[in-house]
C-alpha cells in the first residue's frame, strides 16, 4: 500500500552506464517530482511534471531525461553516468502542491 | 543569497527542553510553505503546514510572518524521537524548494 514507491532502492554502477530508476504514486495526485540529495543532504530539485506535463526542468545535464507515461508515473533515466551522479534521488507527489508533498523512499546510487 | 535559509546547526538540546527554529526565504511571491523532517537515510516527510494565523499540532506550533518572510518551528517538551534534521519547505509556482536543514539533537 506504499504511497510513492521507487525503484531500485539500490543502484551500484560503472561510469559510463545508463540506468532508469522508477517511481509509481497511488495518491491520485496530479504533479510529480524528482530531487537529487547530494552528499551534503541539500534536496536540490530536478524536474516536475503535472499531468504528464513537464513543468520544471532545472538546470540538469541533458544525460537526464524524464519520462512519464501517465501521471501514476515519473521515471527518470540516465545516460553516460558520472562520478558526480551519485546521490540520492527522491520522487515525490502533491496535490498541486498545496497540501505538501509525499515522498518515496529514495534510490541511493553510486557511480564507480 | 539561497533562496530557503536555515541554521544548519547541530542544536543540542536537553530531553524536555523546548527548542525554537526558523527560516527566511527570499521571494516574496512564495506561496505555500511547510516544515518538514527527515531522518538519517530516509525520505523527508510532512510535519506540518505553516500558515500566516500560526497553526499547532501537539507539541509543534508553526508560524508564518509574510512581512518579514520569516516561518517558525517550535518544539515543546521535546522528546529523543525528535531527533532528526528538519527542512523549511516553500512552495512557488509549483516548485518547491528545500532549505538545507537544521540538525536538531534531543540528549537524554
Known amino acids: 500500500d506504499t504511497a510513492v514507491s521507487q525503484t531500485p532502492k539500490y543502484l551500484v554502477t560503472q561510469m559510463g552506464n545508463d540506468k532508469s530508476i522508477k517511481c509509481e504514486q497511488n495518491l491520485g495526485h496530479d504533479t510529480m517530482y524528482w530531487y537529487k540529495q547530494d552528499s551534503k543532504k541539500f534536496l536540490k530539485i530536478m524536474f516536475s511534471?503535472?499531468?504528464?506535463?513537464?513543468?520544471i526542468n532545472e538546470t540538469v545535464p541533458n544525460r537526464f531525461s524524464p519520462k512519464s507515461p501517465d501521471k501514476a508515473h515519473l521515471n527518470l533515466h540516465i545516460n553516460s553516468l558520472e562520478l558526480g551522479d551519485s546521490a540520492v534521488y527522491f520522487c515525490?507527489?502533491?496535490?498541486?502542491?498545496?497540501?505538501?508533498?509525499?515522498f518515496g523512499s529514495g534510490t541511493r546510487l553510486t557511480v564507480v | 543569497r539561497k533562496e530557503v535559509e536555515q541554521d544548519p546547526g547541530p542544536f543540542n538540546v536537553p530531553e524536555g527542553a523546548t527548542v525554537a527554529f526558523n527560516c527566511t526565504y527570499s521571494n516574496s511571491a512564495s506561496q505555500s510553505f511547510f516544515w518538514y523532517r527527515q531522518d538519517c537515510r530516509k525520505e523527508p516527510k510532512l510535519l506540518m503546514s505553516?500558515?500566516?494565523s500560526g497553526n499547532e499540532d501537539g507539541r509543534f506550533t508553526a508560524q508564518l510572518n509574510r512581512a518579514s518572510q520569516y516561518i517558525s518551528l517550535l518544539i515543546r517538551d521535546s522528546k529523543l524521537s525528535d531527533s532528526a534534521t528538519y527542512l523549511c519547505v516553500v512552495n512557488r509556482d509549483d516548485k518547491i524548494i528545500f532549505g538545507k536543514g537544521t540538525r536538531l539533537h534531543i540528549l537524554p
Open positions: 515525490a507527489s502533491s496535490l498541486q502542491g498545496v497540501y505538501g508533498y509525499t
Open positions: 511534471y503535472n499531468n504528464k506535463e513537464l513543468i
Open positions: 505553516v500558515y500566516s
